[in-house]
């Protein structure tokens, strides 16, 4: 079955890095998108970053950078220069489809998600 399985949460200073990484299995990892969602308490959830693992086509909202690694079908994302603004629950999600678009109702499985918090 299609798994999403997130690592790399933690607690950081503001003006700190993390880099996330996505796992992806039960499925052709070069005919999805990858998608990173970050949700904050009480707001919706929102899209920060996407790649098509075939195209190598990227999209990404503010200091982040996403990129892959198809060998472990594994995607990460860089967070860098950190502010509490960025904290949340960062989630790695997949669409079928070699296409990304940002609306959370274009992908289809979803990571547990991990914790990221920035103390100012």
């Known amino acids: 079955q299609v798994q999403l399985v997130e690592s790399g949460g933690g607690s950081v200073q503001a003006g700190g890095s993390l880099k996330l990484s996505c796992r992806a299995s039960?499925?052709?990892?070069?005919?999805?998108?990858i998608g990173w969602f970050r949700q904050a308490p009480g707001k919706e959830r929102e899209g920060v970053a996407t790649?098509?693992?075939?195209f190598g086509t990227t999209a990404v909202k503010g200091r982040f950078a996403i990129s892959q690694d198809k060998a472990k079908n594994t995607v990460y994302l860089e967070l860098n220069n950190l502010k509490p603004e960025d904290a949340g629950m960062y989630y790695c999600?997949?669409?079928?489809?070699?296409?990304?678009?940002?609306?959370?109702?274009?992908?289809?499985?979803w990571g547990q998600g991990v914790q990221v918090a920035v103390s100012a």
């Open positions: 999600a997949a669409a079928l489809r070699p296409w990304c678009i940002w609306s959370t109702s274009h992908f289809g499985a």
């Open positions: 039960g499925f052709t990892f070069t005919d999805a998108c």
């Open positions: 790649i098509t693992p075939h």
